[in-house]
């Protein structure tokens, strides 16, 4: 059975002349020439403000006193402000965080206090003189203690919190919601199964490291309207929670906007609203005033979004022949001190957590558990990277126990069209044994590389992913679309152009429609004032949703112009196309009318009155097959997700057996992009994403003390890849399998491209050492401690 | 930003540099390239009341062979170093040490006796001068002096130059050679040592052999030179000095390495690192720059 | 303190603190914001300018040390028409977010200057003080290695 969806986009056509094209981005000219403006870029005169932020020192700590006098009186200071000031709570799908702490500090680097002056440095200054007495409690660092029937409870008042409906928080314990899915009978299947793995993995946290730091510009005019320039993935979301969040200030929906203008990298980091809820308070506090805070390098580690630690306890049963039977998965998320937006990570964790596979009995347990660490939150691959390592190191493993080739074994398990999905509905149209035939071809699977250095092994691994968009289920995308005199386009969305190319593809697709060429369409980034409503710019999910949504303005401008031709000279809809931005007519091959000469003045009529006028249209669009209601014990019931994008990754590594260096000579990437609306800008995602995926394997990790204290927040101590550290061959291969509701059939591929990077490298590790390693990263020091310690045992 | 304020001195003589040192000594910072410098005040980690530039004063910034001394002035950046045919012909070392230095960008700025001022236990300048037993030349108040580089670091951060003093150059001591530096890191990219090695061999069996980032200072390995002193290179001899690397060595596990695994890396860099010494000194081996590990 | 800069070319008179990072001063003084704040510390590259051709980090040298010396940034290299390796960038698709294309554009048009046919290698080399946390790097180096071998052709 296939799932039917009500809106059939067009079908896919050879004769494309803007969708499947590389075409050159849009923004590249801006980017390359410094022209592109961030929003720290921005000029706001002599009267702009800056912001500083007193922080916690502590991970959990009652606050006694806060004296802001010292700071009131230091130079250049216009406002101190505490949470006395903005003693409200809010949040994106639950609402546990507060614009300043409430009476409790509960991670490190916590806002505390914020100090308005006239000059960075002297806010800077000022912050240091604001004192704080605290009455430090114990933190709880470990997710696992912090479920424990005795533990600390981090926020008593759990079970007061608003929060969305298909959570389900466990009140007076940490347990903020527990995502359960329960399919067939597990006990039985593991009583009868041939053979059973049961391991546990660990994932520590991991940071977005965005260059650009988290920026927020706002100012509350003497009209009352507060308008705030962000960067960010989610304008429309942010102004939205500004409103809730400030609305016992007064404020409406309309008198709040939100400008983004280019962000400098987002994967998942500035989503929803983090460091500028704090901004937007500043600027209430300081009528009259922009007032700017831009976060530090190490503010931007510390407190800002992280992506959460897992540990993950898995189960899997097999029969002989391969099949795979039942899989338990349960996952203790560190989600930390506030999980507003985490808390959704855990919960498509937990909906999708048998990885793509056809499972017919399954238990997953997904639990978002309160830490005295950072808030944990939204991350590129949005908990689906975190559980494939330890699922599909398991199922390498799993496949050398029953004698099974890994790449079979994954085959001949591997979810496709019509097998039932975890939740009771059905798998999309999906190319993941193409995907894995041509991975496995491009790095040769099955052929023993020899190293010719003595010092150094080879070894191959292969690692299958998916991931479906996790959002409300009515999570939603609008355009508007206007012709300009010489028949050029104006595209207003509000999705981000995060560096994915966004805009790019956004014109292609109106392109398309309507016979022009890419050149002549400008799409740029929104103004909630001017632009229509984007939920947010998450989920891989804008190609998909926004892009309908642009098609379908364009289908509406391309009826318009078909409208006034045929009022004009008769001819039948039906027979009317557009190409070489012109509207041409099949039974007519000498009509050929510019688009130039009637999309804004219209065209005159032999009476000489004229008919038309611009060209406007608009679309939207918000999938209706969908709904997040079922069963809190089973997970049974709903339709949760809209569908899943699928691939398969597969390397060659070289190790050093001494020092545990990994080389990684070459990497294949197959993601099923339903229809890659431009070929260049998937093979940028999939180059991208699996040098960023290989970075959590292989170096990256946030280190924290003994006390909460993150200890690496810099790229001296938290590395990131640099021109150095990539694979020396990256082989990106586009599977296109179309998606039936998908504009020409694409579906989204942004986030997936790092998600097998982790366990395809620990399984490659095994490959060439026999050493599996269970806990990410795969340091070098990990491997070469582990091979000494083998050799000693 | 960095919020600390502070006053700025360009002097344009070494006498004028002193005489600003001694005026202010205790809250005072010398300037070169500032790459640490500058990252340190902005982090607040230092707090002067005196920031002096020397970039000004005339003749800091020469790389000269006299006889067989190889001088190398103050304001002598890496990116110098790697471009100067020299240092490429008499002291190909210091390019294989200066190449793992961070980035050009960073290279381009820093000094090379900046470097050895900062002090810091991954230090990369200090295994390598060591090796090529360097004189470091200061002036102060009292006149000039010299110090051996063995005697140059005193502790984290810590050195033989007092607040008055600058250093105007450092002296190598040049004679037919081959060496290595052996730097681990954690990836492939920029990075500070997780512990490293400098070698170098001389004709008739003589051997040099320093390590960073495993004790407070770069340390210079007497005991394992002294049992490699006079003896051809060949597994047994290899051998014995690897099993002298954990007596010479005092690592801790900090966020970039353990104890343990510095000290097995110790171990095979000092062994990778004799054998590829010994390759140069005949003339053959990898080319200087090809990374061992 | 006064301070005289040069910056593409243009003299600026400039009354600056010691503690002005020169970072700060291009962006809030001069107004030329393509040098980007990414770390403050040396450690992102995305600030960096070039001073006498040559690339540096702006945010670790403070404003009074560029007395005397000619600041390029992006916006001076392609002022009149972008360049051969500009031209390069927008065409193989190179960046995404764009954040550290200015910097990026700089060290490699520090490096074509001094090798003009530069190795994979050279190019990774010279990019690698340079974070992308985008691309992978991959179509950056490519893009560069192709204005390496135009360069060949026009010599050759």
Redesign the interface.
């Known amino acids: 059975m296939t799932t039917t969806y009500p809106f059939e986009a067009d079908s896919v056509d050879d004769a494309l002349t803007a969708v499947g094209t590389p075409a050159v981005r849009i923004d590249g000219l801006d980017k390359i020439s410094g022209a592109a403006q961030f929003v720290d870029d921005l000029d706001f005169g002599p009267d702009l403000l800056h912001g500083a932020v007193v922080e916690s020192p502590h991970a959990y700590a009652r606050i006694v006193s806060i004296d802001t006098s010292a700071a009131e009186a230091a130079p250049g200071v216009v406002k101190v402000i505490t949470g006395e000031d903005f003693p409200y709570n809010f949040g994106m799908y639950m609402e546990d965080r507060y614009i300043f702490a409430q009476h409790h500090v509960r991670f490190v680097g916590e806002q505390v206090a914020g100090v308005i002056a006239r000059t960075h440095r002297q806010a800077v200054r000022a912050a240091k003189l604001v004192e704080v007495e605290y009455e430090v409690l114990e933190p709880l660092l470990d997710p696992k203690e912090a479920v424990a029937e005795d533990a600390p409870l981090i926020h008593p008042n759990l079970g007061d919190y608003a929060h969305v409906p298909w959570f389900f928080p466990k009140a007076d314990t940490n347990i903020a919601h527990w995502r359960k899915i329960r399919k067939g009978d597990t006990e039985k299947a593991f009583a009868e199964a041939d053979y059973v793995l049961e391991d546990t993995y660990r994932v520590p946290r991991y940071a977005h490291c965005a260059i650009e730091p988290h920026v927020t510009v706002g100012k509350l005019d003497h009209a009352g309207r507060l308008t705030v320039w962000t960067a960010s993935q989610s304008p429309h979301t942010q102004r939205h929670l500004f409103a809730e969040a400030l609305a016992p200030l007064g404020f409406a929906h309309k008198d709040v906007r939100v400008i983004t203008p280019y962000v400098g990298g987002g994967f998942g980091g500035k989503a929803g609203v983090s460091m500028e809820i704090i901004g937007a308070a500043m600027a209430t506090a300081v009528k009259g005033h922009p007032v700017k805070l831009r976060f530090t390098r190490e503010q931007e580690f510390y407190n800002t979004y992280q992506r959460q630690g897992v540990v993950a306890e898995l189960k899997v049963g097999v029969m002989n022949n391969g099949t795979i039977t039942a899989v338990e998965h349960k996952l203790y998320w560190d989600a930390g001190a506030y999980v507003e937006y985490g808390a959704n990570v855990v919960n498509a964790a937990g909906l999708s957590a048998t990885g793509p596979y056809r499972v017919p009995n399954i238990s997953n347990d997904s639990l978002c558990v309160y830490t005295n660490l950072p808030p944990g939150g939204p991350y590129r691959g949005f908990g689906y990277s975190e559980f494939h390592f330890g699922l599909e190191s398991h199922m390498d493993r799993i496949a050398e126990a029953i004698g099974m080739d890994p790449v079979d074994f994954r085959r001949k398990n591997a979810i496709v069209e019509g097998d039932e999905l975890s939740y009771g509905g059905h798998m999309n149209p999906s190319g993941m044994i193409e995907a894995i035939d041509k991975t496995a071809a491009a790095i040769e699977w099955g052929v023993d590389e020899e190293s010719k250095n003595p010092n150094t092994i080879m070894g191959k691994g292969v690692a299958l992913f998916w991931k479906a968009p996790a959002m409300p289920p009515n999570a939603s995308s609008a355009s508007f679309l206007k012709f300009n005199e010489d028949g050029s386009v104006n595209v207003s969305v509000s999705g981000m152009e995060l560096g994915q190319g966004y805009l790019t593809v956004m014109a292609q697709i109106a392109a398309e429609i309507l016979g022009l060429p890419v050149e002549m369409v400008r799409v740029e980034t929104p103004d909630t004032d001017r632009n229509p409503y984007e939920w947010q710019t998450v989920a891989s999910h804008v190609t998909w949703s926004s892009g309908l949504a642009v098609e379908k303005a364009a289908i509406e401008a391309r009826a318009k112009i078909f409208e006034v031709i045929h009022e004009v000279y008769g001819f039948e809809d039906e027979t009317l196309y557009l190409e070489d931005q012109k509207v041409k007519c099949t039974t007519d091959p000498e009509f050929a009318k510019p688009l130039r000469e009637f999309v804004i003045d219209g065209i005159q009529t032999d009476d000489g009155t004229w008919r038309g006028g611009p060209i406007i249209a608009s679309g939207k669009f918000m999938p209706e097959f969908t709904n997040a209601n079922s069963d809190p014990e089973t997970g049974q019931g709903g339709h949760p997700n809209v569908h899943y994008t699928v691939g398969a990754c597969g390397v060659l590594i070289e190790i050093d057996k001494e020092t545990g260096r990994i080389w990684v000579r070459k990497a294949a990437l197959a993601v099923d992009a339903g229809k890659a609306i431009n070929p260049d800008l998937v093979k940028g995602q999939i180059t991208g994403g699996l040098v960023q995926g290989l970075a959590t394997v292989l170096y990256e990790d946030m280190r924290f003390d003994d006390d909460g204290r993150l200890m690496n927040p810099n790229f001296t101590d938290y590395k990131i890849p640099t021109s150095f550290d990539i694979p020396d061959e990256m082989i990106p291969i586009i599977v296109e399998v179309p998606q039936p509701d998908g504009p020409f059939g694409a579906r989204g591929v942004g986030e997936h491209t790092m998600i097998a990077a982790a366990p395809v490298i620990a399984n490659a590790v095994y490959n060439a050492l026999g050493v599996r390693i269970k806990s990410m990263p795969i340091t070098q020091e990990k491997i070469a401690l582990a091979v000494t310690d083998r050799h000693h045992n | 930003?960095?919020?600390?304020?502070?006053?700025?001195e360009?002097p344009t003589t070494l006498e004028e540099a002193t005489r600003v040192l001694t005026e202010h000594s205790g809250s005072v910072r010398l300037?070169a390239g500032?790459?640490d410098l500058?990252?340190w005040?902005?982090?607040d980690a230092v707090a002067p009341d005196l920031?002096v530039?020397i970039?000004a004063i005339p003749g800091l910034d020469t790389i000269e062979l006299d006889g067989d001394e190889l001088h190398v002035g103050s304001l002598v950046t890496f990116?110098d170093l790697i471009e100067s045919e020299v240092v490429a012909e008499h002291a190909p070392l210091l390019i294989e040490m200066a190449?793992t230095v961070?980035?050009?960008?960073?290279r381009?700025?820093a000094t090379m006796v900046g470097n050895i001022c900062s002090a810091v236990p991954s230090c990369d300048a200090g295994p390598v001068l060591m090796a090529y037993d360097t004189t470091v030349h200061l002036i102060g108040p009292g006149g000039a002096r010299s110090v051996s580089i063995d005697d140059w670091f005193i502790g984290l951060r810590e050195t033989a130059c007092s607040d008055d003093e600058v250093v105007t150059h450092l002296t190598l001591a040049l004679r037919p050679h081959g060496g290595v530096y052996v730097k681990?890191m954690?990836?492939?990219?920029?990075?500070?040592a997780q512990a490293a090695v400098g070698i170098v061999e001389y004709p008739g069996h003589e051997y040099r052999v320093a390590f960073g980032a495993v004790a407070p200072t770069p340390i210079r390995a007497h005991r394992i030179e002294e049992v490699l002193r006079g003896k051809p290179l060949g597994e047994e001899v290899i051998a014995d000095a690897v099993a002298l690397v954990r007596d010479e060595i005092s690592p801790i596990t900090d966020?970039?390495?353990?104890a343990?695994?510095r000290a097995?890396?110790c171990e095979?860099m000092l062994e990778r690192g004799l054998a590829a010494s010994h390759e140069r000194l005949e003339g053959a081996g990898p080319a200087y720059g090809t990374r061992l590990? | 303190m006064e301070l005289s800069l040069n910056v593409n070319n243009e003299e600026w008179a400039l009354d600056v603190a010691p503690a002005d990072v020169l970072l700060d001063v291009l962006r809030e003084r001069v107004g030329t914001k393509s040098p980007k704040i990414g770390c403050e510390r040396g450690d992102c590259g995305s600030c960096t300018i070039l001073i006498d051709g040559r690339s540096v980090r702006s945010c670790l040298v403070l404003a009074v040390e560029a007395e005397g010396h000619e600041i390029t940034t992006v916006e001076g290299i392609g002022a009149d028409h972008l360049s051969e390796l500009q031209n390069l960038f927008i065409s193989n698709n190179s960046f995404q977010c764009g954040f550290c294309a200015p910097g990026i554009v700089l060290s490699a048009t520090e490096l074509l200057a001094r090798n003009p046919s530069p190795s994979r290698h050279d190019v990774q080399e010279a990019l690698s003080g340079n974070l992308c946390r985008c691309t992978g790097y991959e179509p950056i180096i490519e893009a560069v290695l192709a204005a390496g071998e135009r360069n060949e052709e026009v010599s050759a």
């Open positions: 930003m960095i919020a600390h304020e502070f006053a700025y360009r300037l500032g790459t500058v990252a005040l902005r982090d920031v530039d970039k990116t190449e961070a980035s050009p960008g960073i381009n700025r681990l954690r990836y492939g990219g920029e990075d500070l966020m970039r390495a353990t343990e695994y097995r890396m095979v590990i």
